[in-house]
């Protein structure tokens, strides 16, 4: 069985911090890594192999990205990918959802053109968009299913537990499939051992350029997108109300109950 | 392509420090600005730089080929009610009211697309009354359920013949199912989880939207194809004054959905043991975070919530310690409240959960950090200890109720 | 101008500010119910004081020691409060609190060794330092040196300074003042090596400027403080060497010839107050965090030994737990493992040892292949091991180490609930190398014997573990305090020190009495009677006056 677990790179999102003056980003001291819900998907391309260990499972990371996203990459082989592509070219700077899912698509079909199974995280923390998965799939032709938290395979059908607003659905469906994963299998982070990290640079890792896949130049990066940024600013920061010292605890409280009394939102008659 | 203009450039270093991808960098031989290959042409430099040194060329989009779409188009997204009849979803009301406050610029029709069982599709006059003019509406065995393939050829279809310049959809976990998979079937550009519309002065819909977990906002248009699609976040937009008296046109269309084209089937179906009130529902909410300590505590919790008719919600770490459920948490990876009141209690307000709730009313802090970002959205907020100050609130508050009964 | 040799310093007088404008409690219950936090610090003895005074300058420091003296009111200092031995807890008077005095205040290139050193006033943490210096904040800071910010902005190189107690929130001047050390000491040494210059006020209200390398004490073992009026303090520095084989934190420094600057370094206070620090910072290297496990403890103590030895493997620290911590730590996995926030710890591991090594790509391969080696030859292999390269890794790695520390304390917080005077009982004692082993033995063999439990973990590349006993009643506390001192004094026979990094502070003045004899301490108290006449600060630190 073949799995693609497609990667990003990320900057690690909660520790970018605004300039609300400029409205411009402060990027010091901010690491770049492998997007958490790939680790995940990544996690429950390990957790199906491990459930069958009479199939013989490849696991095959693939990003798109610049130069350093290797780096992702290298995270995936020392997490239990078998090989790792990157798909990196100055032509495909600019791309959005579709250029990328695009590029994507003709990545996995010259690498793994008979793929079984494609894992995605369910988006990725910079763009937050979550789009490129139900574009890949489109683009692959092959149906989807979103925010599973548990994968199981049998011989020719794939159930995937999948989060709803209000709770759970067991949903099925046929190889070969998409699946985006919000939750990984495990509740920790699992860490490599040297022995992963030494076995992880023995592992094939190699880089696509644009000339080895089949697009066409215009659909490539940005010529090929859809869609453009034209603006990037700080969001609206509200203004912050009263604060008060909560040393004394009964003068708290009353000032609570004032205030609320105040802007009627409580009902103080007895129902 | 990013270009620099090396007159211009007097090699300040202000694009290296907003370069959110470390892809511009001042060349130290020749102190002006160079491109590196990591840049996504994400326009933070361009905005930045104040000596028009640096500039985006983009593709201008054809005249003609923008007017043979006119109409804004929602996705009237149906669920189950209480007792297991269709309605229709909140967010569909409140993408009318958008559509409502575009359509004074750009003066279009609004239609609702409802896909459904036949028989069972829910009254919709009350689309007119919220401001649609007309409504497209399927009846089809196969779209009893929520399905990807049965409900992406149908729209397509839809789409296909009426033209729409612009297609909304809630971006609910349908609607970020759907709308992305419309997009790729026939190659249009779609923004995913907006905050913002508005029409600028070349008829374009500006589409905005929180990244970087919320940290910062994106506008972003869709230049050359139509429909501009976008999913818009629930609970943010405000549902329109409703006008009983107005009145639409109802159209019905057909489309073939053949029963193995629909790939995925649902096998099973739980609801988790939850409030029946769903929190993006309720007016009121007691929100709980990592500062409670232990999932014991979260029964005063509970009593708060219950004694001021509101209910629990929970940030994410909560959720991740197994403490309280996905259906209750609030914020960037949960769901976007906006109820009238808002109490967070030893939450400390990181941006994933700000952009989850600052759009609430009133907010009401109570955390022992005094540095806690929640501070810096709440209208009230007390700089103490919960267990000290929830009891006593509760107290004084029995005794002010006994006091009306007199 | 008469020349001076250099065994004699100039204390110089500046302006000083009236005491009114000068923020102060005057008031020992206020300073109790509301600033109860300055009576205390983490060994949690609790003193008392009557004013408590929160200067801004180095002025103002010297108005408040005027005041104090001339009322003859005793002082205490008080900075961060992280400190373990209460040096910290005033016994009475006065708390002078430097915490207002928190920036940096300066930036230059050492021009005799070409590093960068940074200048802060005594109350800024080491958090902040790191913060300052990896995010370039240079924000009215001085340039001491030409060019030197703006040498340093254009730098690719991360700095940062490498001292790193585990508590970060500590202050410069305090880990000054204790002589600091953490895991980093392994390999960059303690404070003392990375401290260029302090400015200390002394009880004469007078200032010290004292730059290393420049004061020397006399073959006699003197050196002289020339105060303004033209009078001397003549000080004679002890005659004992301090014990520099081991990482050492026990007693005022002490050396022929020794530079000035060393003697205020890690005296606790006991001289005068720390009103500025210059010190160098270094290049920060990539690493990669491993934690190995082994199947014994003499595999360890054997995999210890061999990665210090051979020149080829240079880790930045060696740290260790002992099966008794490993265990104490899978119970906390098994009950809650969210918060160990660490894959399963393998359950046939009876010793990890956590050690850092440089890290680059290109290199990656052969030194991991070499740890291989001396694992196989420690009867262990690399897939029981984890590793990590990237920030948010050695955040967990870090995490996972003081959960053990930590979870002592919440077990100790549970059984104090039914005996109130129960406490944890920590050693602090250090051997030289060729001990480490017999040290180890001897801990278990007196420890099983005595049925207490206990854990061992800490800083092994020094030969510095923590030994922590869990007493689970009193009469286990007071088995645990004599055990204590049986292994206080087996250090020390075993020439080592009683208390390798935390101090003596107020709490262990016995136990430096087993490493010094009564009249080396001596010698100790007339430094401090030569240098603080009148006995004004931190009274009750490291020695005891009979008189008072």
Same mark, same amino acid.
């Given at each position: 069985?073949?799995?693609?677990?497609?990667?990003?790179?990320?900057?690690?999102?909660?520790?970018?911090?605004?300039?609300?003056?400029?409205?411009?980003?402060?990027?010091?001291?901010?690491?770049?890594?492998?997007?958490?819900?790939?680790?995940?998907?990544?996690?429950?391309?390990?957790?199906?192999?491990?459930?069958?260990?009479?199939?013989?499972?490849?696991?095959?990371?693939?990003?798109?990205?610049?130069?350093?996203?290797?780096?992702?990459?290298?995270?995936?082989?020392?997490?239990?990918?078998?090989?790792?592509?990157?798909?990196?070219?100055?032509?495909?700077?600019?791309?959005?959802?579709?250029?990328?899912?695009?590029?994507?698509?003709?990545?996995?079909?010259?690498?793994?053109?008979?793929?079984?199974?494609?894992?995605?995280?369910?988006?990725?923390?910079?763009?937050?968009?979550?789009?490129?998965?139900?574009?890949?799939?489109?683009?692959?032709?092959?149906?989807?299913?979103?925010?599973?938290?548990?994968?199981?395979?049998?011989?020719?059908?794939?159930?995937?537990?999948?989060?709803?607003?209000?709770?759970?659905?067991?949903?099925?469906?046929?190889?070969?499939?998409?699946?985006?994963?919000?939750?990984?299998?495990?509740?920790?982070?699992?860490?490599?051992?040297?022995?992963?990290?030494?076995?992880?640079?023995?592992?094939?890792?190699?880089?696509?350029?644009?000339?080895?896949?089949?697009?066409?130049?215009?659909?490539?990066?940005?010529?090929?997108?859809?869609?453009?940024?034209?603006?990037?600013?700080?969001?609206?920061?509200?203004?912050?109300?009263?604060?008060?010292?909560?040393?004394?605890?009964?003068?708290?409280?009353?000032?609570?109950?004032?205030?609320?009394?105040?802007?009627?939102?409580?009902?103080?008659?007895?129902? | 392509?990013?270009?620099?203009?090396?007159?211009?450039?007097?090699?300040?270093?202000?694009?290296?420090?907003?370069?959110?991808?470390?892809?511009?960098?001042?060349?130290?031989?020749?102190?002006?600005?160079?491109?590196?290959?990591?840049?996504?042409?994400?326009?933070?430099?361009?905005?930045?730089?104040?000596?028009?040194?640096?500039?985006?060329?983009?593709?201008?989009?054809?005249?003609?080929?923008?007017?043979?779409?006119?109409?804004?188009?929602?996705?009237?997204?149906?669920?189950?009610?209480?007792?297991?009849?269709?309605?229709?979803?909140?967010?569909?009301?409140?993408?009318?009211?958008?559509?409502?406050?575009?359509?004074?610029?750009?003066?279009?029709?609004?239609?609702?697309?409802?896909?459904?069982?036949?028989?069972?599709?829910?009254?919709?006059?009350?689309?007119?009354?919220?401001?649609?003019?007309?409504?497209?509406?399927?009846?089809?065995?196969?779209?009893?359920?929520?399905?990807?393939?049965?409900?992406?050829?149908?729209?397509?279809?839809?789409?296909?013949?009426?033209?729409?310049?612009?297609?909304?959809?809630?971006?609910?976990?349908?609607?970020?199912?759907?709308?992305?998979?419309?997009?790729?079937?026939?190659?249009?550009?779609?923004?995913?989880?907006?905050?913002?519309?508005?029409?600028?002065?070349?008829?374009?819909?500006?589409?905005?939207?929180?990244?970087?977990?919320? $940290?910062?906002?994106?506008?972003?248009?869709?230049?050359?194809?139509?429909?501009?699609?976008?999913?818009?976040?629930?609970?943010?937009?405000?549902?329109?004054?409703?006008?009983?008296?107005?009145?639409? $046109?109802?159209?019905?269309?057909?489309?073939?959905?053949?029963?193995?084209?629909?790939?995925?089937?649902?096998?099973?179906?739980?609801?988790?043991?939850?409030?029946?009130?769903?929190?993006?529902?309720?007016?009121?909410?007691?929100?709980?975070?990592?500062?409670?300590?232990?999932?014991?505590?979260?029964?005063?919790?509970?009593?708060?919530?219950?004694?001021?008719?509101?209910?629990?919600?929970?940030?994410?770490?909560?959720?991740?310690?197994?403490?309280?459920?996905?259906?209750?948490?609030?914020?960037?990876?949960?769901?976007?409240?906006?109820?009238?009141?808002?109490?967070?209690?030893?939450?400390?307000?990181?941006?994933?959960?700000?952009?989850?709730?600052?759009?609430?009313?009133?907010?009401?802090?109570?955390?022992?950090?005094?540095?806690?970002?929640?501070?810096?959205?709440?209208?009230?907020?007390?700089?103490?200890?919960?267990?000290?100050?929830?009891?006593?609130?509760?107290?004084?508050?029995?005794?002010?109720?006994?006091?009306?009964?007199? | 101008?008469?020349?001076?040799?250099?065994?004699?310093?100039?204390?110089?007088?500046?302006?000083?500010?009236?005491?009114?404008?000068?923020?102060?409690?005057?008031?020992?219950?206020?300073?109790?119910?509301?600033?109860?936090?300055?009576?205390?610090?983490?060994?949690?003895?609790?003193?008392?004081?009557?004013?408590?005074?929160?200067?801004?300058?180095?002025?103002?420091?010297?108005?408040?020691?005027?005041?104090?003296?001339?009322?003859?009111?005793?002082?205490?200092?008080?900075?961060?409060?992280?400190?373990?031995?209460?040096?910290?807890?005033?016994?009475?008077?006065?708390?002078?609190?430097?915490?207002?005095?928190?920036?940096?205040?300066?930036?230059?290139?050492?021009?005799?060794?070409?590093?960068?050193?940074?200048?802060?006033?005594?109350?800024?943490?080491?958090?902040?330092?790191?913060?300052?210096?990896?995010?370039?904040?240079?924000?009215?800071?001085?340039?001491?040196?030409?060019?030197?910010?703006?040498?340093?902005?254009?730098?690719?190189?991360?700095?940062?300074?490498?001292?790193?107690?585990?508590?970060?929130?500590?202050?410069?001047?305090?880990?000054?003042?204790?002589?600091?050390?953490?895991?980093?000491?392994?390999?960059?040494?303690?404070?003392?090596?990375?401290?260029?210059?302090?400015?200390?006020?002394?009880?004469?209200?007078?200032?010290?400027?004292?730059?290393?390398?420049?004061?020397?004490?006399?073959?006699?073992?003197?050196?002289?403080?020339?105060?303004?009026?033209?009078?001397?303090?003549?000080?004679?520095?002890?005659?004992?060497?301090?014990?520099?084989?081991?990482?050492?934190?026990?007693?005022?420094?002490?050396?022929?010839?020794?530079?000035?600057?060393?003697?205020?370094?890690?005296?606790?206070?006991?001289?005068?107050?720390?009103?500025?620090?210059?010190?160098?910072?270094?290049?920060?290297?990539?690493?990669?965090?491993?934690?190995?496990?082994?199947?014994?403890?003499?595999?360890?103590?054997?995999?210890?030994?061999?990665?210090?030895?051979?020149?080829?493997?240079?880790?930045?620290?060696?740290?260790?737990?002992?099966?008794?911590?490993?265990?104490?730590?899978?119970?906390?996995?098994?009950?809650?493992?969210?918060?160990?926030?660490?894959?399963?710890?393998?359950?046939?591991?009876?010793?990890?040892?956590?050690?850092?090594?440089?890290?680059?790509?290109?290199?990656?391969?052969?030194?991991?292949?070499?740890?291989?080696?001396?694992?196989?030859?420690?009867?262990?292999?690399?897939?029981?091991?984890?590793?990590?390269?990237?920030?948010?890794?050695?955040?967990?790695?870090?995490?996972?180490?003081?959960?053990?520390?930590?979870?002592?304390?919440?077990?100790?917080?549970?059984?104090?609930?039914?005996?109130?005077?129960?406490?944890?009982?920590?050693?602090?004692?250090?051997?030289?190398?060729?001990?480490?082993?017999?040290?180890?033995?001897?801990?278990?063999?007196?420890?099983?014997?005595?049925?207490?439990?206990?854990?061992?973990?800490?800083?092994?590349?020094?030969?510095?573990?923590?030994?922590?006993?869990?007493?689970?009643?009193?009469?286990?506390?007071?088995?645990?305090?004599?055990?204590?001192?049986?292994?206080?004094?087996?250090?020390?026979?075993?020439?080592?020190?009683?208390?390798?990094?935390?101090?003596?502070?107020?709490?262990?003045?016995?136990?430096?009495?087993?490493?010094?004899?009564?009249?080396?301490?001596?010698?100790?108290?007339?430094?401090?009677?030569?240098?603080?006449?009148?006995?004004?600060?931190?009274?009750?630190?490291?020695?005891?006056?009979?008189?008072?």
């Amino acid at each position: 069985m073949k799995i693609v677990v497609t990667i990003k790179q990320v900057p690690e999102a909660d520790k970018v911090a605004v300039n609300s003056e400029t409205g411009t980003l402060i990027r010091e001291g901010v690491e770049s890594i492998l997007n958490p819900f790939c680790e995940y998907a990544l996690d429950m391309a390990v957790k199906i192999k491990g459930d069958n260990p009479d199939i013989n499972v490849e696991i095959i990371a693939i990003s798109m990205g610049p130069p350093q996203a290797k780096m992702a990459l290298m995270r995936c082989l020392e997490l239990g990918a078998d090989k790792a592509f990157l798909l990196s070219d100055r032509a495909f700077a600019g791309s959005d959802v579709w250029a990328t899912s695009l590029t994507l698509k003709e990545g996995i079909r010259k690498i793994v053109p008979n793929f079984d199974l494609v894992l995605c995280g369910k988006q990725a923390i910079d763009g937050d968009t979550a789009q490129v998965p139900a574009e890949l799939a489109e683009n692959l032709g092959i149906p989807q299913i979103f925010y599973g938290i548990d994968v199981n395979v049998e011989k020719k059908k794939i159930r995937v537990k999948k989060e709803t607003d209000n709770g759970f659905q067991i949903i099925e469906t046929r190889f070969p499939a998409l699946i985006t994963i919000s939750k990984g299998p495990n509740n920790i982070r699992r860490l490599p051992s040297m022995k992963n990290i030494i076995e992880a640079r023995k592992k094939p890792l190699e880089v696509f350029t644009a000339d080895k896949l089949d697009i066409e130049e215009e659909k490539l990066g940005l010529n090929g997108s859809y869609t453009q940024v034209i603006n990037i600013f700080a969001p609206p920061t509200k203004e912050a109300g009263r604060i008060i010292d909560g040393g004394d605890p009964d003068k708290a409280a009353e000032q609570m109950i004032e205030f609320l009394r105040k802007k009627k939102l409580i009902k103080f008659e007895v129902e | 392509m990013l270009e620099i203009n090396e007159e211009n450039c007097t090699g300040c270093k202000i694009c290296e420090k907003v370069c959110p991808f470390g892809a511009i960098i001042v060349d130290p031989k020749d102190k002006k600005a160079k491109v590196l290959d990591a840049c996504t042409l994400c326009g933070a430099c361009v905005n930045a730089c104040r000596f028009d040194a640096i500039t985006i060329k983009r593709k201008k989009a054809t005249k003609e080929e923008l007017e043979k779409f006119s109409g804004i188009m929602i996705w009237g997204e149906l669920e189950k009610d209480k007792n297991e009849n269709l309605q229709i979803k909140n967010v569909v009301f409140e993408l009318l009211g958008k559509a409502q406050e575009l359509n004074k610029t750009l003066k279009e029709t609004i239609s609702v697309v409802i896909l459904g069982p036949p028989g069972k599709i829910p009254p919709i006059d009350v689309l007119y009354h919220y401001g649609a003019d007309n409504v497209y509406l399927c009846e089809h065995e196969l779209l009893e359920t929520y399905s990807t393939d049965g409900f992406t050829t149908a729209i397509t279809t839809l789409i296909i013949r009426e033209k729409p310049s612009i297609f909304f959809y809630g971006a609910t976990v349908n609607g970020r199912d759907l709308a992305p998979r419309i997009a790729a079937r026939i190659a249009t550009g779609l923004t995913a989880d907006c905050t913002a519309f508005d029409i600028d002065e070349e008829k374009q819909l500006v589409q905005t939207r929180p990244a970087f977990g919320g $940290n910062i906002m994106a506008s972003i248009i869709s230049p050359f194809t139509r429909p501009q699609m976008a999913t818009a976040r629930p609970n943010n937009f405000q549902k329109p004054i409703k006008d009983p008296t107005r009145k639409g $046109n109802l159209k019905k269309f057909e489309v073939t959905i053949e029963k193995q084209s629909i790939r995925t089937k649902i096998i099973e179906e739980t609801i988790t043991k939850v409030d029946k009130i769903k929190i993006e529902e309720s007016e009121i909410l007691v929100s709980v975070g990592r500062g409670i300590g232990t999932k014991e505590n979260l029964e005063i919790v509970q009593e708060l919530a219950r004694e001021i008719r509101g209910i629990m919600s929970s940030s994410r770490a909560l959720v991740e310690l197994g403490w309280t459920s996905h259906p209750i948490q609030v914020g960037q990876s949960g769901k976007t409240v906006s109820p009238k009141l808002y109490i967070a209690l030893g939450i400390s307000g990181k941006i994933q959960h700000l952009v989850g709730m600052k759009s609430s009313d009133i907010i009401i802090a109570i955390n022992t950090d005094p540095e806690a970002p929640i501070f810096n959205v709440a209208d009230f907020g007390i700089v103490g200890d919960i267990f000290e100050i929830i009891p006593q609130f509760l107290k004084l508050l029995r005794s002010e109720r006994r006091k009306t009964i007199t | 101008m008469k020349s001076v040799s250099s065994n004699t310093i100039r204390s110089k007088k500046n302006e000083s500010v009236p005491i009114t404008g000068i923020r102060k409690i005057h008031d020992s219950q206020i300073i109790s119910s509301d600033y109860s936090a300055y009576l205390v610090d983490e060994s949690k003895l609790e003193g008392t004081a009557e004013w408590l005074f929160f200067p801004k300058t180095e002025a103002e420091i010297i108005s408040i020691i005027t005041f104090l003296r001339e009322k003859k009111i005793p002082a205490y200092i008080s900075a961060a409060r992280t400190g373990i031995v209460g040096s910290s807890v005033p016994k009475r008077g006065s708390i002078i609190s430097i915490e207002k005095m928190d920036r940096m205040l300066g930036f230059g290139v050492d021009q005799n060794n070409g590093k960068y050193f940074c200048r802060f006033e005594p109350g800024i943490t080491l958090k902040a330092i790191n913060d300052k210096i990896s995010k370039k904040e240079f924000e009215k800071v001085k340039e001491l040196t030409p060019n030197a910010i703006s040498r340093f902005m254009e730098e690719n190189q991360s700095y940062y300074y490498p001292m790193d107690p585990t508590e970060m929130s500590a202050s410069i001047s305090g880990t000054v003042a204790t002589n600091a050390s953490g895991a980093g000491t392994f390999k960059y040494g303690a404070t003392r090596k990375w401290v260029k210059k302090i400015r200390v006020a002394l009880a004469n209200g007078e200032i010290l400027d004292i730059p290393r390398g420049k004061y020397f004490a006399s073959n006699n073992r003197i050196f002289i403080v020339k105060q303004t009026d033209g009078t001397d303090l003549i000080v004679k520095i002890p005659s004992y060497e301090f014990n520099t084989n081991v990482k050492n934190a026990a007693g005022i420094y002490s050396k022929p010839n020794m530079d000035i600057i060393d003697l205020f370094i890690g005296s606790e206070g006991v001289f005068g107050v720390i009103t500025e620090v210059d010190v160098w910072i270094m290049e920060k290297n990539p690493l990669i965090s491993n934690v190995l496990f082994f199947n014994s403890e003499d595999d360890a103590l054997d995999f210890v030994e061999k990665i210090r030895t051979d020149n080829t493997v240079s880790p930045e620290f060696i740290e260790y737990f002992s099966g008794e911590s490993l265990d104490l730590l899978r119970n906390v996995q098994s009950k809650n493992p969210v918060l160990l926030n660490m894959p399963q710890i393998p359950s046939k591991a009876r010793s990890a040892i956590f050690f850092d090594l440089p890290y680059s790509e290109d290199i990656l391969i052969s030194s991991m292949e070499k740890i291989d080696k001396i694992a196989k030859e420690c009867k262990t292999t690399l897939e029981t091991s984890w590793s990590g390269y990237e920030n948010r890794e050695f955040a967990r790695f870090k995490h996972f180490r003081h959960a053990l520390p930590e979870t002592v304390n919440s077990i100790i917080a549970e059984r104090k609930r039914q005996y109130p005077e129960l406490h944890k009982l920590g050693t602090d004692m250090c051997v030289p190398d060729e001990k480490l082993g017999e040290m180890m033995q001897y801990y278990h063999s007196v420890l099983r014997q005595a049925a207490l439990e206990y854990v061992i973990f800490g800083h092994i590349g020094d030969n510095h573990v923590h030994l922590n006993i869990l007493p689970k009643n009193t009469e286990e506390l007071e088995l645990g305090q004599k055990i204590y001192e049986k292994f206080a004094k087996k250090a020390v026979e075993y020439g080592g020190s009683v208390s390798a990094e935390h101090g003596i502070g107020k709490i262990k003045l016995e136990f430096l009495k087993f490493m010094y004899a009564e009249k080396e301490i001596e010698q100790m108290r007339a430094v401090k009677k030569a240098l603080d006449p009148s006995l004004l600060f931190n009274c009750g630190n490291i020695f005891e006056f009979k008189e008072v």
